[in-house]
């Protein structure tokens, strides 16, 4: 099973109005929760990058919330634009002493904004 | 910067030939990842290297990939022989130290085998 779900699948929304993804995982020990926006054709571009200790962290219309204790974090994009069509991909990296842990992706969300 | 540069860009082969991936970091970054993507699949890592030393393989599918970084501007992702199944999208990435950088990733680079 895998360790990260996000849902939905695939969306498809109408331009300026918002949405919300979601990315619920069981990787243990959490080091750090990151949200990647991947073009068609393109390589993943960082979002966002969350430690257990926050909340909530914002990268312009893009707001994620990380809840680590019912280990949940969601993606919100405000006011959404035909640029925001994309794969939102969550991934869960796993605390190690000193090297950068281990990886668990979640196999993404697929958002469509149509005018 | 030019940012992650990874070569070529496109790559048709047939099964049973050496395929061989190229990417070039960005300049002071000190990690280095390697990642395939599928449709079926999604998004996995194949290896990361800290200071040109591999440091965890784990995700190396068999003993076909190889992988290796020469110097800190450049790495190589060997697959001998390929298989179709191996068709997909290699993405490198790289970063600074620690575990709460961002990383950048390349452009990639699709690979075909028929």
């Known amino acids: 099973k895998n360790q990260v779900e996000q849902s939905p699948q695939s969306l498809i929304i109408l331009e300026g109005k918002n949405c919300t993804l979601q990315?619920?995982?069981?990787?243990?020990?959490?080091?750090?929760l990151r949200w990647y926006k991947q073009d068609t054709g393109r390589g993943p571009v960082s979002l966002t990058i969350?430690?257990?200790?926050?909340n909530t962290k914002s990268n312009g219309r893009y707001t994620a919330t990380l809840d680590a204790d019912t280990k949940q974090s969601s993606l919100h994009i405000t006011a959404s634009q035909l640029s925001d069509s994309a794969s939102y991909i969550c991934?869960?990296?796993?605390?190690?002493?000193?090297?950068?842990?281990?990886?668990?992706f979640g196999a993404g969300t697929q958002v469509v904004v149509t005018p | 910067d030019a940012g992650v540069i990874q070569s070529p860009r496109h790559e048709v082969t047939e099964m049973g030939q050496e395929v061989t991936l190229r990417c070039k970091p960005i300049?002071?970054?000190?990690?280095l990842f390697w990642y395939r993507q599928t449709m079926m699949r999604g998004l996995e890592l194949l290896i990361y290297?800290?200071?040109?030393?591999?440091?965890?393989d784990s995700g190396m599918p068999e003993d076909r990939f190889s992988a290796k970084m020469p110097n800190a501007s450049f790495s190589t992702l060997k697959i001998q022989p390929s298989e179709p199944r191996d068709s997909a999208v290699y993405f490198c990435a790289s970063s600074f130290s620690r575990s709460g950088d961002t990383q950048y990733f390349g452009p990639g680079t699709r690979l075909t085998v028929l």
């Open positions: 300049s002071g970054h000190d990690y």
């Open positions: 969350m430690t257990f200790s926050e």
């Open positions: 290297f800290n200071n040109n030393v591999p440091i965890d």
């Open positions: 991934v869960v990296i796993s605390m190690t002493t000193d090297s950068w842990g281990k990886f668990q």
């Open positions: 990315c619920n995982y069981t990787v243990s020990p959490f080091s750090n």
